[in-house]
């Protein structure tokens, strides 16, 4: 009943392995069939056990027959997610939204995630290193307390910073590829001096574009993170009546 | 093309609703199925009975601030606000991509901010050929000096009725509200202007509140309930309105099953509209007409149309 030709696809997952990152995070490994994903920054949407919604995680990392989602928990839905056994069998819906974009003429990116923003980072990472690109890593936390996820960046340039601004500032680069909150890609979208792409992780209805739930407003109008995005080039968001939580 | 596909009312699952044909009566509800494109990378749309395309206004509208989507114990609560391309470029972009990939007429959802601009709106909608019925919501929780305040005055309810009904001969179909003391009193008064039908319940009005920040979740503050949570309440409203008006009714809310889909019929309904259901999964509208048959049996009804109100008196 799926059409596979056209991008989403309803399957289903098995939890293989849960491990911690940090006090709030986790990363679980599915396995399952993964054909729909095409490039990173794309999403998954959980069913989870006792929800209603489906929860929209960032794809991590994948590869043919799975793929890992670094989940924080925030709320009472990525609690459950966290304690799942392995085992556990998932319904998730794969291949959604619009990813990066790779540039190979830019040889030096820096990749900027902003808390448990940095999960579809890996993924990038891995495939702009196999594309011959030696990407420099930027994490931001508020706290260093909460610091996680370097170790999922084995061999790179990878820096920790509080202020991701200033350490963005300060290091050396001709291209950006981020992920975190609405609010912070946005500054940093109108901050930035270089080509770039921001992806947004903002509350979701369905994650398939029908409700409308996660429309911000870009310098060609209404758009929908789930669809549209969740990744924007940098000039969709320089206008100053772009997103910032839509205000009117 | 239209007339190839236009469903005949006949068969074990057909109905009919303001005198045209629906081969099933399930209908997705408007705003959860944007313009139809999203779910046809799912299915074959033509499976469906009919849909109800997104809120559309005269003008493009841009919709609440964000966040606009919250859970809920048995549901989900959304304060989109009507965001839609507005009447000129639904007409111009969005049927003629629908079109191709539905066959069948379409309810086209109106929403508006005065009684001219209701009838404006579904004038230029009405003309369109995919266009079978107009549904004119009166019961959008989310939108300041429009919508639902249409919907809980019963002469403001009239009055949108008769002017729509003045723009059109497609037939007209009211969307009310379940936010109101007596929605009979609103069902009533729409029958008396000339409504063709009518359509609920809209979503309830409803918040939550986020412990951590101890600020409401939706930046709007409050919102519609959808899911199965209301499907209680809206089933009690098409037993009441069944009892009061002897216009074609659509059960609304919270239906995510063929069982639902019986008993909304049972209560009074001609059609049932899913909403919520669609949204977690986008496949459940295929999965529920699939199930209708099987359903049917179990219960031992031969036909759909036959028991449309058939859990009443009368």
């Known amino acids: ?248 | 093309m239209l007339t190839e596909k236009l469903g005949t009312g006949g068969g074990r699952l057909g109905v009919t609703l303001c005198g045209i044909g629906l081969d099933n009566p399930v209908i997705p509800a408007s705003g959860t199925f944007g313009y139809g494109k999203e779910f046809a990378a799912f299915y074959d749309l033509d499976v469906l009975g009919s849909l109800s395309f997104k809120g559309t206004t005269r003008r493009e509208r841009e919709g609440n601030p964000l966040p606009r989507i919250a859970e809920a114990p048995a549901g989900m609560l959304n304060s989109v606000g009507l965001q839609n391309p507005g009447a000129e470029k639904v007409l111009a972009e969005e049927l003629p991509a629908l079109r191709e990939r539905f066959h069948k007429p379409v309810l086209a959802n109106v929403s508006g901010f005065s009684v001219e601009e209701y009838a404006e709106t579904c004038a230029m909608l009405a003309e369109d050929a995919s266009v079978g019925w107009l549904e004119v919501n009166i019961s959008c929780p989310n939108v300041h000096g429009g919508g639902m305040s249409f919907g809980t005055d019963p002469k403001q309810a009239a009055a949108v009725t008769a002017a729509v009904k003045k723009v059109t001969d497609k037939p007209v179909i009211m969307k009310l509200t379940p936010n109101v003391t007596d929605i009979t009193e609103i069902a009533r008064a729409c029958e008396g202007a000339g409504a063709d039908g009518l359509c609920l319940i809209n979503t309830v009005s409803a918040m939550r509140i986020d412990l951590r920040t101890r600020r409401p979740v939706l930046k709007n503050t409050t919102g519609g309930l959808s899911g199965p949570g209301i499907f209680p309440i809206a089933l009690r409203a098409v037993w009441q309105v069944y009892e009061a008006v002897t216009i074609p009714l659509i059960g609304c809310g919270g239906v995510s099953s063929a069982a639902d889909v019986i008993e909304m019929m049972l209560a009074g309904a001609t059609a049932v509209e899913v909403g919520a259901a669609g949204l977690r999964d986008p496949l459940a509208c295929p999965k529920i007409i699939a199930a209708l048959e099987e359903t049917m049996d179990r219960y031992g009804i031969r036909e759909l149309k036959e028991i449309i109100g058939g859990a009443h008196d009368r």
């Open chain 1, 1 to 248: 009943m799926v059409n596979e030709k056209l991008g989403p696809r309803d399957g289903r997952f098995r939890l293989a392995e849960s491990s911690a990152l940090s006090a709030t995070v986790r990363l679980l490994r599915l396995t399952g069939d993964t054909g729909a994903i095409r490039v990173p920054g794309q999403f998954v949407s959980v069913s989870v056990p006792g929800k209603f919604l489906r929860r929209p995680f960032s794809v991590c990392d994948w590869d043919e027959g799975w793929l890992t989602l670094l989940i924080e928990r925030v709320g009472a839905g990525t609690e459950l997610l966290h304690a799942l056994e392995p085992g556990t069998e998932l319904d998730v819906l794969t291949g959604l939204g619009y990813g990066f974009t790779l540039r190979p003429d830019r040889r030096e990116p820096v990749l900027v995630g902003c808390g448990s923003g940095l999960s579809p980072l890996v993924g990038l990472a891995r495939r702009l290193r196999a594309a011959g690109i030696e990407p420099k890593v930027l994490l931001g936390f508020r706290e260093e307390r909460a610091r996680f996820g370097a170790e999922l960046f084995p061999g790179m340039d990878v820096r920790y910073a509080e202020d991701v601004f200033k350490a963005l500032d300060e290091t050396a680069h001709d291209c950006f590829y981020a992920c975190g909150s609405e609010n912070v890609m946005t500054q940093l979208a109108r901050r930035e001096k270089t080509a770039g792409q921001v992806a947004f992780d903002v509350r979701m209805g369905c994650g398939f574009g029908a409700c409308m739930g996660c429309a911000i407003r870009t310098r060609d109008g209404m758009k929908r993170v789930c669809t549209d995005g969740p990744v924007f080039e940098k000039w969709e968001m320089i206008n100053e009546k772009c997103s910032m939580g839509n205000d009117q």
